[in-house]
């Protein structure tokens, strides 16, 4: 079967029931999309709470308005700004690679997900971290990404992209401040709990090796793999 072949299978799993569809997105809070081949599974956690441009915690510049332009892969993007154009890389999740030595079909597949959810929006809010050395200017990352939060239609993208299966909660530099951990977190665990995306029986990266690599001996988050309950 062919790398486009099959990341259209992938897309068709991962979006079972209309949770890729084009249209707005739906809030968080009201669940997922529905899967009619199986029921929803709890997780033991709440619902992942709704994050708003409103509830950026320290360390976050104002949100700004943004357009988008387009998707490099799932957790980085070209945006349109008052003052010229941004690549943002996404906090707090990190997906398969699209491109290069590393890509992998799902990581193909993830690419036109986010992008549609972006291109479907009406209105798209970008909050930078602060850089640690001037907390008046963004972070970057080595390749000059401006290290961001991402607010389509007034809730944050990374709690869409974790909740669906398109990545887990990435934590390799720590976790951030609340309320943005629990929404994440708690978005991994619905997505692991119900078997989305990179959670499904089968999928082909070793998630237990990856989530050991990004946690290590952090305890800010737990990890399901040592049989760590995400919820008390």
Known sequence: MSRISIAGALVALVCSG???GGGSNSNLDQGPSPDLARPFVESGCPAPPVVSPDDLPTGYLPAVSANFDYIVDGDTAHFL???GERISRFLFVNTEESHGAETTDFGVATTPIVGGWL???TEIRIAFQRDSQDPTMPRLDPY???LSLIFVDGELLQTRIVREGLSAYYTQF???PS???ESLLYAEAEARANERGIWAPGHPTDYEQVLGSWIGNRTCRPNPFDNEPYCK
Request: proline residues 11%.
């Open 144 to 146: 000059d990404r401006w």
């Open 81 to 83: 700004f008052a003052d």
């Open 18 to 20: 209309g949770a890729c």
């Open 174 to 176: 720590g976790c951030p």
């Open 179 to 181: 309320p943005i951990h």
């Open 119 to 121: 291109d479907a929006g």
